[in-house]
Structure formats: structure tokens, C-alpha cells
């Protein structure tokens, strides 16, 4: 079945402007790898030089921020949605 990977409007030039994808992934960190071998240049978006997540993306895994949980290392299971988020600023 796969996870789905809600994409917001800013990435979607990458998945070719599908604001929903699946791809297969034990963990967020695969599911980002996974991203990137089916859309080219997804993981540069997300990720930082050492492979963390960039300060201003945010994940969540169903509703929850992977930062509070294991971060890159949360387990998924079939079926889970991944919300892709990125950081409002301003004032």
C-alpha cells in the first residue's frame, strides 16, 4: 500500500504537481529517500547537508510533528499519511 505524502504547493513543481504522492518507507528517513528516487531534487528541499531535516520544513506523521517523536527515524506503517509543512514566518 505505501505511504502517502501530502505535498505542499512550493514542492509540487518537483512531484510534476501532484499535491499527494505514495512512496514505501520503513521511516521518514526512507520515505525522504524514497521521495527522492521517484522525484529528483525532493530530498535537497528537505534536508540539510548532515541529512537532518531543514529548520524551516516540518514533517508530520498522521497530525504528529516527527521532531517530537524520533524525528528522521519515526517509524511508518502502511498507510500512514506524511505531511510535508513548511515554517510560516513573519510579523
Do not use: H
Not at 26 to 48: F, H, S, W
Not at 62 to 69: A, K, P, Q, T, Y
Amino acid at each position: 500500500m505505501g505511504v502517502n505524502v501530502r505535498i505542499p504547493g512550493p514542492l509540487r513543481r518537483v512531484t510534476n504537481g501532484a499535491p499527494q504522492v505514495q512512496v514505501e518507507g520503513a521511516n521518514v528517513q526512507q520515505t525522504i529517500d524514497a521521495l527522492e528516487a521517484k522525484y529528483p531534487g525532493m530530498k535537497e528541499r528537505l534536508c540539510d547537508e548532515n541529512g537532518d531535516l531543514r529548520y524551516f520544513v516540518n514533517i508530520y506523521l498522521n497530525g504528529e510533528d516527527v521532531r517530537f517523536l524520533q524525528g528522521v527515524n519515526t517509524p511508518i506503517s502502511s498507510g500512514d499519511e506524511v505531511s510535508i509543512v513548511p515554517a510560516v514566518a513573519g510579523g
